[in-house]
């Protein structure tokens, strides 16, 4: 029986290309921030797209590492996520330095995960708007 993967999962994966802010904590490397895009996400789970252009993915100890991803949501809070790391692969569809990781969730709140569905059900045509407004923030000075 020839089933495909979204036969198989558990948890149904609903689309999404959000931009969000991720950091890499491993033992072995140096904590690194990165800029990455939600592929797709679950209650349980997502798979996050983002440019890997020193192939600092394939020295991690994946059983040892884990990824805090930074969302922001508009007209919301900042949701700060724990995960882990199930898998990593290169992109096939991107050329480049693109990889796919997927993720589990540790630990999420209702609440984040409703502010997540939220940004599901922004129109296609506003994600260009929204990783516009999300660069400009990033490239804010830190204030204290």
Known sequence: MNT??????KYP???????????????NH???????????FSTKGACIQLEDRYNRFDKIEKQESWIKL???VPQGEQVSL????????????QKGFSIL?????????????????????IRKKD???LN????????QPVRF
Not at 16 to 24: R, V
Not at 82 to 93: E, G, P
């Open 13 to 27: 994966r609903l689309e999404l290309s959000y931009q969000l802010e991720l950091t890499l904590f491993s033992p």
């Open 127 to 129: 994600h260009q708007m």
């Open 70 to 72: 930074i969302i922001d």
């Open 30 to 40: 140096m904590d690194k921030s990165f800029i990455g895009y939600f592929k797709n």
């Open 101 to 121: 990781i997927g993720l589990e969730f540790k630990g999420i709140k209702e609440g984040q995960l409703e502010q997540i569905k939220r940004l599901s059900r």
């Open 4 to 9: 495909t993967i979204s036969e198989q999962r």
């Open 132 to 139: 516009d407004l999300f660069e400009h923030h990033v490239k």
């Open 82 to 93: 724990n995960t882990r790391i199930c898998w990593i692969k290169k992109d096939s569809l």
